[in-house]
Each structure stands twice: as C-alpha cells, then as structure tokens.
C-alpha cells in the first residue's frame, strides 16, 4: 500500500464485503430454498434460513428428480453432462494439439488455408448457425447421440491459436537435439511438446471442461429423448412444470447440483483457471 | 509464424490436420454457406419448392418492425449488461487492488459466478422474482411495488438484464483486477508522493492505464450479451410478455424452429455473423495496440 489510510481501506473491505454479498445472495437463496420441503416452499415470505431436508431433498432430486416434469432423475442428466462436457473438453485439445503441431513444425501445401479454415470458426458460434448445422448433423444420423452433443462444438480456433503460441516459445535447439538423437515426428510431439505443453493444457481443459458443462442451445436441439438430456436443459424443463406447481425446492437443488461442478472446479483450480481464461482471450 | 526447422515434408501434416479441418468444414462452413444460400430463398408454405429471390429477405427483415425492434432491443439489452457488470466488477476490482489482506480470498468469492450457466443463472434470478413466491417481489410489495415481470415487459427486460449482468461480473473483475495489478507500483507511488489521492490516482492514472482492458471487455460483454444469453432469456422470459425481451439470437431460434421460416431465420442468422466477424475484426485490432507504460 502506498499510503497509510485506515478509513479508507476499512471503506474498501465494506464495499468489497457488499460487493460479495450481492454477488453471493442468489446463491444463498438457492441453497436455503433447497433445504426446506415443498410445503414451506409455497408459503410467503419465503424464507431466508435453511431448513433441515437438505439431504432429504438431495436424495430426492438426484434419484427420482421432478415427477411431472417430464425430465430423468438428476443424477441420471448429469451423468450425460459429465460425459459431454468431458468429450467436448478432450476432444476439442486433442485435435487442436495435433492440428497446431502440423501448422508450427511441417512446411505443407495449403498451411496456410488451413490456418485460416480453422480461424473462420471463431466467427461463428452456434447461436448464429443453429439451423444448418441442426439440418447436417440430423442427416448424419447424429441426433440423441454423444457424439451428435459433442463433435459439432469440438472445432475450436483459439485452443489451436494458443497451442500454436507455446509451440513457438519453445526453442528450435529442442527440435534440432531430437532430430540428431534420430526422433521422428510423433515421437518428439509425444516425448516433448506434449509434456512441455502440460500446464497450458490443463488450464485449458478447466475452461473448456465449463464451457461444454454449460452448454444449452445445441443439447435442447439435438435431444428429443430424455436419456440425452443434460442436467443444465433439465432446468429448463422443470421451470415450465412450475407454472403449474412451483416444486422449487427440487428446482433450487437441481440448480445447486447443475452449478456444483464448474464452480467447484473454479474454486479448487484457480490458478489453472485464471491462466486459461486469460490466455485462451488474448 | 513458422520455426526455422521443420520436419522433411510427408504426408503427416496433412493427417495432422485433418480431424480439424473436417469438423470445420461439416459443422460450420457448410452449415454456413447454407444459411447464406437459403438467405436468398423463399420456400412455399409447405417446405415443397423454393425461389430464389436474391436479397428480398434482407429487405423484407429491414422493412420488419417486429426485426428492427428486436435489433433495438438487442442494443440497448447488450449495452446495458455491458455497463453494468462492467461498472460494478471496476469499482470492486480498485478496492481488491487497494487492500492488500484478503485480496485472493475476495477474489475467490467473486469469480465463481463465471462458471454458472446462463440458464441456471436465468432459473435462480426468476425464482427470486417469481410474481407469486419470490423473495423480492415480496420485499417490493412490502415496500408497495407490484411486481409482475410476465405481464410488464420493462420489468422482464430488467431481469434478464440483471441476470446476465451478475453472470458477468466475475469475468470483468478479473480481467480488470489482473490490469491493474500489472500497473508499476513506481507510478503510483510517484503520484501519491505529488500529493495524489486514492481517487485521484484512480482517475488520472489507474483508468486511463487500464483503458485497453476496459475496451477489451466492453467487446467481450457486447459479444456475451449478443451470443450467450439464449439461455438466460429462454428461462426466465421466453422472449415474452408480447416479444419485450425478445433478442436476436431468440429470434433466429424462434422463427427458425418454431416459426419454420427458413429463409427469414437464414437471413437473420448471415446478419449475425456479419456482426460477430466485425466484432471479432474489433477485437483483434485492438490486442495489436497496446499501451505503454
């Protein structure tokens, strides 16, 4: 600190407190919302403290979820969460590792095309193409698979862009010294710029492993069986129910259940996190 | 770009490429080269034949009032999230930068919401405004408000704003705290040394410093709020009541898969990417101009 101020820094802890309170109060609500039973749940004010069927409510959502709702027990949809978010955070590496290893290290007809193909996808997210892309991956049959959830989202520029830029911070003379001790080229990829490339790699995968968590518009399309559904579409299914009869506690605790993983994986891994998120942006 | 050493030349490259370059060219140059194509079609009510009519379904979508509301209202939502979040993440960042006890734990307890869907953000911020149970429509009705966000679209409008702004929040406090943080401390140990304030400093030298990160975000929410907030405005309004809150992107969802006018929704959609690859051009223009300090 520059100077020595004590109001003002008590002021800046305050707005800092509230900052967090209001941040936080959604959140709140939500877990006291899933501690109590449906009965208390419908009488105003609602309330502000948790209730004691918490686990009892857990139980509930997780394994028989919303009757009524037209949706799978909760536990079921985030298995299909985990298995797309998964495949979509791998998949989306995998071919971004491979894919900026050929563009640094090989000298090939049409590099640069290819560099520009792949830079083309940055310019269009789903929300813009939802209706040729639904119509192509309905004829490939793709439609209420894993595979239809994933593989459209899987092309990535900036996962390659990033890759690209570690593989040019990493020194010729590493290219050079496996070459003369006879490396070939897979062999160098797998036994060095893959090792080398483990931290970015895993921030990387901390953010894509949120974004295909989060995903929303291409699993509402592309699932018409509820053995597809994904935990965050869920919600939306239960929120319709609730015109009719407001189970929020089941809905809050959905909501809870929906966000546990992607926040959990924030909090516990900040520092991968904080490093992916601000070098996927630049 | 390139390495000075490569590999000798085979076929690998191209292998290497390949997964890529096949989803890229499957999932989004055809899908968008249709929607390019069926932009400039009109298709019969049954779906039997289609015209090609080059660029009438642009004119028709401009001479639209129901569009060019929908454009308004994308701007003013868009902007007003960006502000916002923006306004709040930057007063809470210069006073994380301020204190030095607690810095990282203050910044623990702001950047989670970043990892919230939108539509789950969307299910907790309705549930709290619900027009019969919610927590705050009964503290406003206490005070002698009535809420109703499903028969008044100014309050719906409202909030889907504030949903998509508290999703927002943490992402801007992090990128702002992180600029400011990477600000020489000499800089501002010179000015407190001239007699500068903490606020003083904060808008003669903090701001005008972190300016390229502020501009940065304000394209990064811009987009957010374009993009990303489908599901926030599926969940907590449907576009409704009587389309106050519907933005383009529900649109093109809308009159796509609801209304099933193809060639409207096409042209929306070509009219979207127009405005992401601008946006995008913005974006990377500015990562080539940075400030010194």
Same mark, same amino acid.
């Given at each position: 600190?520059?100077?020595?101020?004590?109001?003002?820094?008590?002021?800046?802890?305050?707005?800092?407190?509230? &900052?967090?309170?209001?941040?936080?109060?959604?959140?709140?609500?939500?877990?006291? $919302?899933?501690?109590?039973? $449906?009965?208390?749940?419908?009488?105003? %004010?609602?309330?502000?403290? +948790?209730? #004691?069927?918490?686990?009892?409510?857990?139980?509930?959502?997780?394994?028989?979820?919303?009757?009524?709702?037209?949706? +799978?027990?909760?536990?079921?949809?985030?298995?299909?969460?985990?298995?797309?978010?998964?495949?979509?955070?791998?998949?989306?590496?995998?071919?971004?590792?491979?894919?900026?290893?050929?563009?640094?290290?090989?000298? =090939?007809? =049409?590099?640069?095309?290819?560099?520009?193909?792949?830079?083309?996808?940055?310019?269009? %997210?789903?929300?813009?193409?939802?209706? %040729?892309?639904?119509?192509?991956?309905?004829?490939?049959?793709?439609?209420?698979?894993?595979?239809?959830?994933?593989?459209?989202?899987?092309?990535?520029?900036?996962?390659?862009?990033?890759?690209?830029?570690?593989?040019?911070?990493?020194? #010729?003379?590493?290219?050079?010294?496996?070459?003369?001790?006879?490396?070939? +080229?897979?062999?160098?990829?797998?036994?060095?710029?893959?090792?080398?490339?483990?931290?970015?790699?895993?921030?990387?995968?901390?953010?894509?492993?949120?974004? &295909?968590?989060?995903?929303?518009?291409?699993?509402?399309?592309?699932?018409? #069986?509820?053995?597809?559904?994904?935990?965050?579409?869920?919600?939306?299914?239960?929120?319709? $129910?609730?015109?009719?009869?407001?189970?929020?506690?089941?809905?809050?605790?959905?909501?809870?259940?929906?966000?546990?993983? %992607?926040? =959990?994986?924030?909090?516990?891994?900040?520092?991968? =996190?904080?490093?992916?998120?601000?070098?996927?942006?630049? | 770009?390139?390495?000075?050493?490569?590999?000798?030349?085979?076929?690998?490259?191209?292998?290497?490429?390949?997964?890529?370059?096949?989803?890229?060219?499957?999932?989004?140059?055809?899908?968008?080269?249709?929607?390019?194509?069926?932009?400039?079609?009109v298709e019969d009510a049954f779906g039997l034949s289609s015209e090609f009519v080059w660029f009438d379904n642009f004119i028709e979508l401009f001479g639209d009032e129901h569009y060019l509301g929908a454009f308004q209202?994308?701007?003013?939502?868009?902007?007003?999230?960006?502000?916002?979040?923006?306004?709040?993440?930057?007063?809470?960042?210069?006073?994380?930068?301020?204190?030095?006890?607690?810095?990282?734990?203050?910044?623990?307890?702001?950047? @989670?919401?970043?990892?919230?869907?939108?539509?789950?953000?969307?299910?907790? @911020?309705?549930?709290?405004?619900?027009?019969?149970?919610?927590?705050?429509?009964?503290?406003?009705?206490?005070?002698?408000?009535?809420?109703?966000?499903?028969?008044?679209?100014?309050?719906?409008?409202?909030?889907?704003?504030?949903?998509?702004? @508290?999703?927002?929040?943490? /992402?801007?406090?992090?990128?702002?705290?992180?600029?400011?943080?990477?600000?020489?401390?000499?800089?501002?140990?010179?000015?407190?040394?001239?007699?500068?304030?903490?606020?003083?400093?904060?808008?003669?030298?903090?701001?005008?410093?972190?300016?390229?990160?502020?501009?940065?975000?304000?394209?990064?929410?811009?987009?957010?709020?374009? *993009?990303?907030?489908?599901?926030?405005?599926?969940?907590?309004?449907?576009?409704?009541?009587?389309?106050?809150?519907?933005?383009?992107? /529900?649109?093109? *969802?809308?009159?796509?898969?609801?209304?099933?006018?193809?060639?409207?929704?096409?042209?929306?959609?070509?009219?979207?990417?127009?405005?992401?690859?601008?946006?995008?051009?913005?974006?990377?223009? /500015?990562?080539?101009?940075?400030?010194? /300090?």
């Open positions: 600190m520059i100077e020595h101020r004590p109001i003002v820094t008590f002021v800046s802890h305050l707005v800092l407190i509230f &900052g967090v309170a209001i941040i936080a109060f959604p959140i709140w609500i939500t877990f006291v $919302a899933s501690t109590h039973e $449906a009965a208390r749940m419908v009488q105003i %004010p609602l309330p502000l403290l +948790p209730g #004691d069927q918490f686990f009892n409510n857990l139980e509930l959502t997780l394994f028989k979820g919303l009757e009524g709702a037209g949706a +799978p027990p909760v536990g079921f949809m985030m298995v299909n969460s985990l298995i797309m978010a998964m495949m979509i955070a791998v998949g989306k590496i995998a071919i971004s590792l491979i894919s900026a290893f050929a563009i640094v290290y090989f000298k =090939f007809p =049409f590099r640069m095309g290819f560099f520009w193909m792949i830079f083309i996808t940055l310019m269009l %997210p789903v929300e813009v193409r939802i209706l %040729p892309t639904f119509e192509v991956v309905a004829n490939l049959g793709m439609l209420n698979t894993y595979w239809g959830l994933s593989v459209p989202l899987i092309a990535s520029a900036t996962a390659t862009f990033m890759f690209r830029q570690v593989f040019l911070t990493i020194p #010729d003379e590493l290219l050079e010294a496996a070459r003369i001790d006879g490396a070939g +080229p897979m062999r160098f990829f797998v036994d060095i710029l893959v090792p080398l490339s483990r931290t970015n790699i895993a921030a990387l995968f901390v953010i894509l492993f949120i974004y &295909g968590w989060n995903q929303y518009l291409w699993p509402l399309l592309v699932t018409t #069986d509820q053995s597809m559904y994904t935990v965050v579409m869920g919600i939306k299914q239960m929120l319709e $129910a609730a015109e009719q009869s407001p189970d929020w506690h089941q809905i809050m605790m959905t909501s809870l259940l929906a966000m546990f993983p %992607p926040v =959990f994986v924030v909090i516990f891994m900040q520092r991968l =996190f904080v490093r992916g998120l601000t070098e996927t942006e630049k | 770009m390139l390495k000075r050493v490569h590999f000798e030349p085979s076929f690998l490259p191209f292998l290497l490429v390949a997964p890529q370059i096949i989803i890229t060219v499957v999932f989004f140059i055809w899908p968008a080269s249709q929607a390019l194509y069926q932009s400039l079609l209202r994308t701007i003013f939502f868009s902007f007003s999230v960006a502000f916002l979040s923006m306004a709040f993440a930057l007063t809470l960042a210069a006073m994380a930068d301020r204190v030095i006890k607690g810095a990282t734990t203050y910044r623990t307890f702001l950047i @989670w919401p970043y990892a919230v869907a939108p539509v789950v953000s969307g299910a907790l @911020w309705v549930f709290m405004f619900d027009p019969t149970l919610g927590i705050f429509t009964y503290t406003l009705g206490v005070l002698g408000y009535e809420w109703n966000h499903k028969l008044n679209g100014g309050e719906a409008m409202f909030l889907v704003i504030i949903a998509s702004a @508290w999703k927002q929040v943490a /992402y801007n406090f992090l990128f702002f705290l992180a600029a400011m943080q990477s600000i020489p401390k000499s800089l501002i140990e010179a000015a407190a040394i001239d007699g500068a304030g903490p606020t003083r400093r904060f808008f003669s030298i903090i701001f005008p410093l972190i300016s390229p990160t502020t501009f940065f975000l304000m394209v990064i929410n811009v987009v957010f709020a374009f *993009f990303e907030t489908f599901g926030i405005v599926h969940a907590v309004t449907q576009g409704g009541p009587a389309k106050a809150t519907e933005i383009l992107v /529900y649109k093109v *969802f809308n009159d796509g898969f609801i209304g099933l006018d193809l060639g409207g929704s096409a042209a929306q959609s070509v009219i979207l990417m127009l405005i992401v690859i601008s946006l995008t051009v913005i974006q990377f223009r /500015y990562v080539e101009k940075k400030v010194d /300090y």
